[in-house]
């Protein structure tokens, strides 16, 4: 289990007060009484994710003595979509958006932060649910990159995609069924980049969301390249692309 585990009610409690961003909180089945409401109506106002599990199973994370409750910190805070977008315009730059699509490795995504930094990315934007959030793992495999990206959660993948479209950024999806090659795509302006989870790619909806699809040409047997190398080579395409204009 992540090492940015905190458990007890007391702690869980504090952890919400202070604001710092919180992944998930665990509930024991059954627990209902007074401190365990007040922290479940925190965190619904907190907008943070409540899983209701199985008290052996809760035993089990926290080796016992979690009094019901168990809360997984944020290894940094997060940011919100708004302000990646408001970074891009205090650079007086288009907006290099990253979205992950049910991103589920986290030494993938922090691959993918590590070089997002590298190459100007102003943010990442990951869903609250069935997605790796930012852990102790995420973190080490940034190399600190973690520390100087923006990451922001969201609910709703195909609202936030209609919203930053509203905004005149173009939507492009990677994918390994597209028809176009990413060497052959304009991939310059404000411009938000999704990449899917490992196996599976883009959901349909976050898919039939895009403006754009755009694929990798491969030659070898195996057919399709990891999140954070296919993530890697249209990264820096953009740059190389932004850098021209």
Do not use: W
Request: glycine share 8%; hydrophobic share 45%; charged share 25%.
């Amino acid at each position: 289990m992540d090492d940015n585990l905190i458990f007890g009610r007391n702690a869980v409690m504090e952890l919400l007060k202070s604001g710092h961003s919180v992944n998930k909180i665990f509930i024991a089945e059954g627990s209902r009484d007074g401190s365990i409401q007040k922290i479940f109506s925190l965190a619904k106002i907190a907008g943070v994710v409540v899983e209701f599990i199985h008290r052996e199973k809760l035993d089990k994370i926290c080796g016992g003595r979690h009094q019901g409750i168990a809360a997984l910190a944020a290894a940094a805070d997060y940011s919100t979509v708004e302000e990646i977008l408001e970074l891009a315009e205090s650079k007086r730059e288009s907006p290099f958006i990253i979205l992950l699509d049910e991103l589920e490795d986290p030494q993938n995504f922090g691959a993918i932060l590590r070089t997002a930094e590298a190459v100007g990315v102003h943010g990442v934007i990951i869903p609250k649910r069935r997605n790796v959030q930012l852990n102790a793992t995420v973190f080490k495999t940034s190399a600190g990159a973690a520390e100087y990206v923006k990451v922001a959660q969201i609910t709703n993948v195909a609202q936030t995609l209609k919203n930053l479209r509203g905004l005149n950024l173009k939507i492009v999806g990677s994918d390994m069924s597209a028809e176009i090659d990413f060497r052959q795509a304009n991939l310059t302006g404000g411009l938000v980049l999704i990449i899917g989870s490992e196996g599976k790619g883009m959901r349909r909806l976050t898919r039939e969301n895009c403006d754009l699809l755009i694929k990798i040409p491969m030659v070898g047997k195996i057919n399709s390249l990891n999140a954070s190398a296919a993530g890697a080579v249209l990264m820096y395409e953009i740059f190389s692309q932004r850098q021209q204009t």
